[in-house]
Each structure stands twice: as C-alpha cells, then as structure tokens.
C-alpha cells in the first residue's frame, strides 16, 4: 500500500503515474487532492490503467479531498457510513476468502485548528463506523495533523490546553475503537520546523502490517510518502488466489 499527502493531485499527475508504473502498487491511498484554490478536479481525468479510482465528495465545502485506487482484479466496492457528516474520507471493501473482508479507509482531517475542532466529533465517528465489526481486517491511513499526539513509547500527549483537549479526545478514540497505530517516525518536515508524525497507519490488529517505509516526498510535499506491506488473502479474476501487498499500496498526501 501506498500513502501520499499533497497540495493538488493533479499538479503532481504524471509523477504519480509514474510511480505507480514503476512499483506496481495494489492500493493507493491520497489526500488533499483538491487545490488550496483553484477548481475541483475532475475524476474522470484521475484515471489511472488497470486501477478503480474511488473518491470522496470534492464538492463538500472547506474540504481537501481524498481517494483511493485499488487494483481492477480485486473488485473493491466503495462504502460510505451511515451518517455522511465528515466529507474528508474514503472507503472501500474487498472480499476475501471466506467470511473475511478487509476495509480500507483514507482520511485527511484539516490543518487548520478551528475548522478541525468543529469535525473532530464527526471524524471520530467515522473511525467508530468503520469498527463496527461488519469488517474483518480494517486499515485506515491519512493525515491527522495531530502533532501534539507523541506515540512513543505509548500514546500520549504534550502542546498547548486548546490542541491538548482535541489530541486527547482523538487518542481516547483510538483505544476505544481498539485500533493500532504503526507509524512512530516523522512524516512532515518544513523548514525550521520540528518534524512532525502527522500521517498515521492504523488497523485493527498489531500484527496486520508487515513492514513500513518512509520514501522521499512526491513533487515539493512536505510530507513523506509511506509504503507498507499488508497481507490479506483474497481472490482475482479467474479465481486465482492473490495477496494484497501494502508495500504494494501507497499513502502520500498530497501536500506542499
């Protein structure tokens, strides 16, 4: 699986499908596709061979977008929670052998502190729905932007009273939603900053991601790009047997 965060998909277009092309990744994950300012892209021009390109709603208003492409073999359906009332999010479902299902979600919550605080309520939610035992193997990336949350060596938080109170609330999500977190280096570096762990990988169970790489940045983001090896069995076209490869998806957001 691949991760990425950036400032507009489409301005950093060609590099991504040239990563693609060069890694075979079997799940993309992406936020902040739309443009600070600019017009909303077109998902019909996101295409990329060989991929199913799900999308969150780019029409929301103050929303940075997010998408995931999954390999057409693995036939992943998009789907939503039953209350649409955090728009910065993606979904999908792919069967696996058996009763097993892996869902996968990408979510991008804002950087920016007052309009983060008023869809925390809504974001945790989300992360409550997508737990709620209808799936299996459950993996969500994105980037949280909650650098006051230090994950090491167990979660806990340090910064001002107004960013503490939303951090502590956002940690006491994750333990009640029983998820895992697996990132514990910097993803964000600008300049005389200090790096920050903003993009996180979550799951469902300690074991379920093999191994995490930290690659060079897509285009001028301030953001790392993560690649991360998750085994699920599941089955392909012509019933062969096949297992995703996170290391073979890609999270980055697309972030300068």
């Not at 600019?38 to 103050?62: C, H, I, W």
């Not at 869809?119 to 209808?134: F, I, P, S, V, Y």
């Not at 983001?221 to 991360?228: G, I, K, M, N, T």
Request: charged share 25%.
């Amino acid at each position: 699986m691949y991760t990425i965060t950036d400032n507009s998909l489409m301005s950093k277009y060609d590099e991504l499908c040239v990563c693609i092309s060069r890694e075979d990744y079997d799940v993309i994950l992406l936020t902040e596709i739309k443009p600070k300012h600019g017009e909303v892209p077109d998902p019909s021009v996101m295409q990329v061979k060989g991929y199913d390109l799900f999308t969150s709603d780019f029409k929301a208003m103050n929303t940075r977008g997010t998408c995931i492409y999954v390999k057409t073999s693995f036939k992943a359906k998009q789907v939503l929670p039953h209350a649409e009332t955090f728009h910065d999010s993606t979904w999908v479902e792919i069967q696996g052998q058996g009763n097993n299902n892996l869902r996968i979600g990408v979510i991008y919550r804002s950087g920016t502190p007052a309009l983060a605080l008023t869809r925390d309520e809504a974001l945790h939610e989300n992360l409550k729905w997508a737990t709620n035992g209808q799936a299996t193997h459950i993996l969500i990336a994105g980037d949280f932007n909650h650098p006051a949350v230090k994950w090491v060596p167990s979660p806990h938080v340090s910064g001002t009273e107004s960013t503490t109170n939303q951090a502590s609330k956002f940690v006491e999500c994750i333990r009640d939603t029983y998820l895992f977190q697996h990132v514990y280096e910097p993803t964000r570096y600008r300049k005389e900053q200090t790096p920050t762990v903003d993009d996180l990988v979550l799951s469902n169970e300690p074991e379920m991601v093999e191994t995490l790489e930290y690659h060079d940045p897509l285009g001028a983001s301030d953001h790392v790009r993560l690649a991360l090896r998750f085994n699920f069995n599941t089955h392909v076209e012509g019933e062969k047997r096949s297992t995703l490869n996170y290391d073979k998806a890609c999270f980055d957001s697309i972030k300068s």
